[in-house]
């Protein structure tokens, strides 16, 4: 399995991005996908994740309500449209891939990972 970010860039603090993310190798529809960030010197968190089916959703607290993961199955694709950015929300975005059947926000339950996307904010 291999998972490619891309839709990183630079904005300004109040913008906007979205990151997508895409999956080949087995069938995409099988996989909870979940994204996190990484910011330097810390830690890798839990920012949203995503049912196979899209139905059910979860988001981290500090990105609820700005945040909304999506997928598009068709496409072997997962997105992460990001608004109202603050320069706290800089970090390496990964999305990652897992085969349990419910949404986990635990980084030791993904099976996949792509190798991240930067996003940065300034203020």
């Known amino acids: 399995v291999q998972l490619v970010e891309s839709g990183g860039g630079l904005v300004h603090a109040g913008g906007s991005l979205r990151l997508s993310c895409v999956l080949s190798g087995r069938p995409f529809s099988v996989y909870a996908m979940g994204w996190f960030r990484q910011a330097p010197g810390k830690e890798r968190t839990f920012v949203a994740a995503?049912?196979?089916?899209?139905?059910?959703?979860a988001y981290a607290d500090s990105v609820q309500g700005r945040f909304t993961i999506f997928r598009d199955n068709a496409r072997d694709t997962v997105y992460l449209q990001m608004n109202s950015l603050t320069p706290e929300d800089t970090a390496v975005y990964y999305c990652a891939a897992t085969g349990l059947a419910e949404i986990t926000q635990n980084v030791y339950e993904y099976d996949y990972w792509g190798q991240g996307t930067q996003v940065s904010v300034s203020s």
């Open positions: 995503i049912t196979w089916s899209g139905a059910a959703t």
